[in-house]
């Protein structure tokens, strides 16, 4: 479908906040392409499709564990969690878009992997320094991440298990695992 289809199949998706952050993803999205090399229209749908299950009903989510025969240890989870593993079905069905890269970009965006595509870390870092975003670290993630989309998916990701520690939250498993990848490991060039 054309960006204008897209846009109108996510606006009627999403609230206005919610539809109104997914434009500043795409935005940021095609800034990171650029400067990494990376095909700016994959970037641009990327951006976009990201938080398309977002506002959806546990319901939807917890039927389509169960359809795909996913992991059972998301149900102990919830939407943070879900629209990212669980979502990039619900863009691959609905929305028609075939291609891996993208489809894992969505997959990853909340949690990251141990192996990120270049566009898989651009849609992950792109949905965190979003001109919107406003936290303490902000303007150190966007500066890093400028200068090196690797070393920008290591912060990242430190400072949101920081958080989920901090704040007594549970750290779903696959976090951890991009954690010791990207910042113990450190397999950032």
Partial sequence: MSREELVSRLK????????????RVEKMAIKLAKL????VELASIG??????AKQRPDE???NAIHKYHLDDNLLNYGNAIWH???GYLFVQHELGIQNIDILNAVKHHTVGAKYMSKLEQIVYMADYIEMGRDFPGVDDAR??????LGLGVAYQTKHTLDYLISNNK???PKTIDTYNEWVVNSKVK
């Avoid at 990494?36 to 095909?39: I, S």
């Avoid at 500066?143 to 090196?148: D, L, M, Q, V």
């Fill in 36 to 39: 990494n090399d990376v095909d």
């Fill in 84 to 86: 990212g593993e669980v």
């Fill in 143 to 148: 500066k890093i991440t400028f200068n090196n």
């Fill in 12 to 23: 009627k998706a999403l609230n206005q906040s919610r539809f109104e952050h997914v434009l």
């Fill in 47 to 52: 951006g976009l499709v990201h938080d398309y």
């Fill in 60 to 62: 939807d989510f917890i």
């Fill in 170 to 172: 549970s750290v779903y």
